[in-house]
T-cell receptor, first 109, second 113 residues
Framework: GEDVEQSLFLSVREGDSSVINCTYT??????LYWYKQEPGAGLQLLTY?????DMKQDQRLTVLLNKKDKHLSLRIADTQTGDSAIYFC?????????FGSGTRLQVQP | KAGVTQTPRYLIKTRGQQVTLSCSPI?????VSWYQQTPGQGLQFLFE???????NKGNFPGRFSGRQFSNSRSEMNVSTLELGDSALYLC????????????FGPGTRLTVL
């Protein structure tokens, strides 16, 4: 079945850029997503990219997609302490979203 | 527009009981999906409804069921609760049939004792 993989943890200093990586296996994925989850909260849709695009930029967020390698990344510029959260990569190839296990981003002041 | 709302936010039940969770989608959204989030299994898809019809279903036992009403509000029911059903249950709504932008509610935290 479909699988989405992410590294578990990333620590950066405030003001630096953060890059969170994700790989997926479903060749039929049409959209790929990044969600943010803060403690005790639901999932916040940050951004998403259509599978025929290479890059999408939205303010501090840049999404890069390498469809050949099935690799997706999320770059957060000028990372702030408020960006500390768990970030989930997800793909939608078939009937529902398939999520990775999440990357915990820790931002140190 | 108000976001996706879920009630109740927290629930404590005992094994063998049943529970009903409610989700109100964003106004105008007709697609509602349900996901279960646990520390061990992560986020797993339960089912999806569109215009009162279940379109897709995940790999969960028949104890998990749901429905959608004509106003797009959805409920999910879990019967004969087991300890392993303790989880955060998340509802997501999307506007159209494709459901490409899914917006999540805050979730219902279910604890089974």
């Amino acid at each position: 079945g479909e699988d989405v993989e992410q590294s578990l943890f990333l620590s950066v200093r405030e003001g630096d850029s953060s890059v969170i990586n994700c790989t997926y296996t479903d060749s039929s994925s049409t959209y790929l997503y990044w969600y943010k989850q803060e403690p005790g909260a639901g999932l916040q849709l940050l951004t998403y990219i259509f599978s025929n695009m290479d890059m999408k930029q939205d303010q501090r967020l840049t999404v890069l997609l390498n469809k050949k390698d099935k690799h997706l990344s999320l770059r957060i510029a000028d990372t702030q302490t408020g960006d500390s959260a768990i970030y989930f990569c997800a793909d939608k190839g078939g009937k529902a979203l398939t999520f990775g296990s999440g990357t915990r981003l820790q931002v140190q002041p | 527009k108000a976001g996706v709302t879920q009630t109740p936010r927290y629930l404590i039940k005992t094994r063998g009981q049943q529970v009903t969770l409610s989700c109100s989608p964003i106004s105008g959204h007709r697609s509602v999906s349900w996901y279960q989030q646990t520390p061990g299994q992560g986020l797993q898809f339960l089912f999806e409804y569109f215009s009162e019809t279940q379109r897709n279903k995940g790999n969960f036992p028949g104890r998990f069921s749901g429905r959608q009403f004509s106003n797009s509000r959805s409920e999910m029911n879990v019967s004969t609760l087991e300890l392993g059903d303790s989880a955060l249950y998340l509802c997501a709504s999307a506007e159209g049939a494709e459901g490409n932008e899914q917006f999540f509610g805050p979730g219902t935290r279910l604890t089974v004792l």
